[in-house]
């Protein structure tokens, strides 16, 4: 498919669902607009300019079915200082001075449809812990890109069966530069804001034009206070970040759409900014990323679903093997799995159609419980699994656990079809089984396997329903240790749907 010709201008103004893309996305696709917009001579010189690297482990898209013409990329916003240039300073600290972590501050996923001309978005929490973020270890879901792209990557789709299509990724020096290209983006501030932490430091109510650097002050800011006088604390950690994110990016769209592209001018200081600090995978080819801008005639903003991940923060700092873990939120289920499904636009999942009976399953205890593993054995045995006779333990990790679905190679799919008979803070990850069973469940301290509809008694140990949470009470580990009851530092399950608070910026 060749680009079309014509200005950026008036394709952006016809399609505003580019104002709700994350900080990563919008800076991609605001490239991808620039080359359809009759800019294609300078395709060349952009495609040069970009950093290709090889991400193992991409999902090839989709030649036969219904998965044909869609395409699921994972963005993320890079912590890394040590590629940044010689400008750092002591805000978000320097390579130099030892801030050498490379993280995911942005986890987000965009899927496109070019057959229906439909965009979904999904973010992931960079605070989310999971097993296997890491080969073998638990940790963040940030803590992944210190191995490399291919390995956040593999988290995604081992954890949450979400094929991945292509990866591109954008850092603290691409994003300010942007900005600063635009000559600044207005934001309105209904009160004063502060956080110490990201540098965020605005003294007075009203609109404020921001410049690179003040912009990557706001977006990054987890630590937030605000108030006539500072006297009030945000507290939502990373999800308000999020919320905060999706709105600055929205404004940032439309800062990019009102000063024009099709300006020679803007269009070269953009490019410059975008394009020498993106990097993208291998298989991303210049005539694929035009081909998708090109799809999306008459997309409907009003119909762009956008989610955050629903989980349940922990009000304290976490213990994991005795190691603190800071500030974490959990997964919760169903309601991950069906922010997922509605992502995917899966109205019946292909694992939904797999006989319980027909895989095996083993149980181990993580818990340090004389009775919750053999108790959820047999209430799995009871909706109809094929469970293992043997039940096993493992040390517990602390008080307060996920518990994990393990499956072997081959049988991701069985393991999607265990881990949605439970409910509570649960996750997936691939191996190892235990007794060689395609799929092993290590118990953890909140969860529960519901009761099949029509019931009206629970088993005992399945773990009370939960109460507004999405977790039960812990059905092994007193938890006294550490955390005292482990529910009780639970907070709510998150909404995939997140308002934007009354003091968050916003327009002008």
């Known amino acids: 498919m060749k680009p079309e010709t014509g200005g950026v201008r008036n394709y952006l103004a016809q ?10 996305g919008v800076s991609f696709l605001v490239l991808l607009g620039l080359l359809s917009g009759g800019l294609w001579a300078y395709a060349t010189y952009v495609n040069h300019q970009l950093h290709r690297v090889v991400v193992k482990g991409l999902s090839p898209q989709a030649t036969k079915g219904p998965n044909v013409g869609i395409q699921t990329f994972l963005l993320i916003g890079s912590t890394s200082r040590c590629v940044l240039n010689g400008k750092q300073t002591a805000a978000f600290g320097s390579c130099a001075a030892g801030v050498t972590g490379v993280n ?37 879901i940030d803590a992944a890109l210190a191995n490399g792209p291919s390995q956040l990557v593999s988290v995604v789709q081992q954890d949450f069966n ?8 954008l850092n603290f020096d691409s994003f300010q530069n942007v900005v600063n290209a635009l000559g600044g983006v207005k934001m309105y501030f209904p009160t004063p804001e502060k956080d110490d932490y990201s540098s965020l430091n605005i003294t007075t109510a009203g609109c404020h034009l921001l410049n690179g650097f003040q912009a990557l002050a706001v977006v990054r800011a987890r630590h937030l206070q605000y108030g006539s006088h500072l006297q009030f604390y945000d507290g939502s950690g990373d999800l308000g970040r999020i919320i905060r994110d999706h709105e600055f990016l929205r404004v940032l769209a439309a800062s990019v759409a009102k000063r024009g ?11 410059e900014a975008v394009a020498p600090k ?70 019946q999942p292909p694992d939904s159609k797999l ?6 399953v083993s149980v181990v205890d993580g818990t340090n419980s004389a009775t919750q593993a053999s108790q959820i054995a047999a209430r799995l045995k009871q909706i109809g699994f094929n469970v293992s006779p043997t039940i096993g333990s493992q040390t517990p990790v602390g008080p307060l656990s996920e518990a994990i679905v393990y499956y072997k190679p081959g049988h991701r799919y069985q393991g999607q079809r265990l881990l949605d008979s439970l409910h509570g803070i649960v996750s997936m990850a691939a191996g190892p089984t235990v007794g060689g069973a395609d799929v092993t469940l290590v118990t953890g301290s909140n969860f529960y396997v519901p009761l099949p509809k029509g019931s009206s008694a629970r088993s005992s140990g399945s773990g009370p329903a939960p109460s ?38 916003r327009a002008c």
């Not at 592209?261 to 490019?271: A, E, F, M, Q, V």
């Not at 006989?355 to 095996?360: E, H, K, L, M, V």
């Not at 529910?487 to 709510?492: E, P, W």
């Open 15 to 24: 399609h505003k669902w580019l104002k709700r893309l994350s900080i990563t």
């Open 104 to 140: 995911s501050d942005v986890v987000l996923l965009l899927r496109v449809d070019s057959t229906t001309h439909t965009v979904a978005i999904l973010s992931l929490p960079r605070d989310l812990v999971l097993q296997n973020v890491r080969p073998g270890q638990f940790h963040k």
């Open 162 to 169: 979400i094929p991945i299509n292509h990866f591109v990724e």
């Open 261 to 271: 592209l099709g300006n020679p001018i803007t269009d070269n200081s953009i490019i």
């Open 278 to 347: 993106l990097t993208i995978d291998a298989g991303l080819s210049l005539h694929d990323m035009v081909d998708i801008v090109l799809a999306f005639h008459g997309v409907n903003v009003n119909k762009v679903p956008e989610w955050t991940l629903p989980n349940i923060e922990l009000h304290t700092d976490y213990y994991f093997q005795g190691f603190d873990y800071g500030s974490v939120v959990f997964p919760s289920y169903p309601q991950d799995q069906q922010a997922v499904d509605q992502f995917l636009g899966l109205k």
């Open 355 to 360: 006989n319980p009976s027909s895989f095996t």
């Open 468 to 505: 507004g949470s999405g977790s039960g009470s812990s059905g092994g580990s007193s938890g006294s240790s550490a955390y005292g009851s482990p529910a009780s530092y639970l907070g709510q399950v998150s909404s995939a749907a997140q308002a934007l608070p009354w003091y968050d910026p």
